[in-house]
């Protein structure tokens, strides 16, 4: 069973609501929208990516399954490209 979790060393600031993340080698910037915010905080702990989908699933019930999973694998495909977050 794959977790994805926080890439260690990746510091995190918060600017008048907005949360910036800085890569530890690259010392690259990285702007998160409300979608990656939301789950680079859930990955405090590692989770898999079905219980992320479940997580956004249930605090948007409104949103059609297929498209909110897409998103959510979308967004954490993008943090794992940019070595923000990898896979246990």
């Known amino acids: 069973m794959t977790r ?8 995190e600031t918060a600017v008048e ?13 990285y702007h998160l929208d409300a979608m990656a915010t939301a789950l680079w ?9 079905a219980d992320l989908i479940a997580a956004f699933a249930e ?12 998103d959510i694998t979308g967004a954490v ?5 940019q070595g923000l977050i990898g896979r246990d």
Not at 17 to 29: C, K, N, T
Not at 41 to 47: G, I, K, N, V
Not at 59 to 70: K, M, Q, V, Y
Not at 77 to 81: G, V, Y
């Open 41 to 49: 905080r859930l990955l405090a702990e590692p989770q898999r990516e």
């Open 77 to 81: 495909e993008t943090l794992l490209r």
């Open 17 to 29: 609501g907005d949360l910036y993340l800085v890569h530890p080698a690259s010392q690259e910037i």
């Open 59 to 70: 605090a948007f019930p409104a949103i059609e399954h297929a498209r909110l999973a897409g």
């Open 4 to 11: 994805l979790r926080r890439t260690a060393g990746v510091s």
